[in-house]
């Protein structure tokens, strides 16, 4: 009993902050995504290409979580955006707390910023934590199996989108895109699925439609 | 700081359960393995494979961790062995108790009997958790990039073996796996590296022989 009356608490302080960083997000017309999901499914990757694509048009951020290095940070920093590495030091996920901090470092602009929050490599954990995000958004890639989504059903029922990544690869694995929809509809009927191609460029174009739209809405 | 202590008593309850798992696994002269690795990393490909191996040297049992689903069990259950799954309802890792209690219902025979337990996909967590093993197991799949033996050290730290899976993918990746055994060895010099694929049984002999002389050692 007490340990679950402790899990409450710490969850009950994250959802404290989460609401601050909700504030802070509306009051600079900011928009946050919480990108997650396994090690290698290509989410920096991912960054690598949708931020130079949206370019111009919002001012991107990047907060990137680890367990350990600097790697993905120093990646995603040659995009000559601010980018703020967050290392865990072992923890499994980020917490609103910690992304409040680093949020609040950012010369957001006071309309049309875009902060992309790169999680722990992990399907179970970050799903779990509310860091104040106007969405999270799950990355599944094809390589991982068609059956992830069921087996990880969480992140795909509070997803508001799914990238299927590395569909450069689809031809040389035992898998059906098709498949994969299924599968994520079963969880979640209207989640919408993005197709990519980091290596290759292909489906960036859909995605930053998407993207921008979320602007529109504001 | 209460946090803290509660997280401590956890781990030292923790502790009790994998104690108690390791004279049960003593007393019946059987070895039990602990497959981490992330979602979609081929961990129950590579026991599909590496089970009918062994079949007739070693009496082969699996304990199945999974958030959700009985799908790795039941593809298991077709080898004719025993399976358990055990189903963690959001949970990221199994835990010693569970165990225990699980290894306490299979007909262990008194000798050259081999567990698998294969843990929920996850790289962080189920590595902070001893769950009474022999040892635990890395399961990296190539397609997972080769930096991730950095950004997720405590299992490469902890495991006595890593397999390197779906090596048949190598030439449609960017990836050499000299880097995956250099960064591996970075984090843990004299650490195995079996390089395996499960779907056209490639490294499986090499495995098998490790499993065995395992044994010889007892």
Redesign the interface.
């Known amino acids: 009993m007490?340990?679950i009356k402790?899990y409450k608490?710490?969850l009950s302080a994250n959802e404290e902050w989460a609401k601050k960083t909700r504030e802070l997000l509306s009051n600079k017309k900011t928009l946050m995504w919480n990108i997650i999901g396994?090690?290698?499914a290509g989410k920096t990757a991912l960054l690598e290409r949708l931020i130079p694509a949206l370019d111009g048009r919002l001012s991107c951020f990047v907060l990137e979580g680890?367990?350990?290095?600097t790697?993905d940070a120093e990646r995603l920093a040659r995009l000559n955006i601010d980018v703020r590495q967050i290392i865990t030091h072992?923890a499994?996920h980020l917490g609103a707390e910690t992304i409040y901090k680093a949020l609040s470092e950012l010369a957001l602009p006071g309309d049309g910023g875009c902060v992309f929050v790169e999680n722990?490599?992990?399907?179970?954990?970050p799903s779990?934590f509310d860091i104040g995000e106007n969405g999270k958004i799950a990355v599944l890639?094809v390589?991982?199996?068609e059956?992830?989504p069921?087996?990880?059903?969480?992140l795909f029922r509070e997803a508001k989108a799914v990238i299927l990544t590395?569909i450069d690869?689809v031809p040389?694995?035992?898998v059906d895109t098709t498949v994969y929809r299924t599968n994520i509809q079963k969880i979640n009927a209207k989640l919408p699925v993005f197709e990519v191609s980091a290596?290759r460029g292909e489906g960036i174009e859909n995605l930053k439609q998407w993207f921008l739209s979320g602007f529109e809405k504001y």
Do not use: F
Not at 66 to 69: A, F
Not at 120 to 125: E, R
Not at 150 to 154: G, N
């Open positions: 007490m340990n402790v608490n710490i396994s090690p290698g680890d367990v350990e290095t790697n072992g499994c722990v490599g992990n399907l179970v954990c779990e890639s390589t991982e199996g059956d992830k069921l087996k990880y059903p969480l590395k690869l040389h694995l035992d290596r």
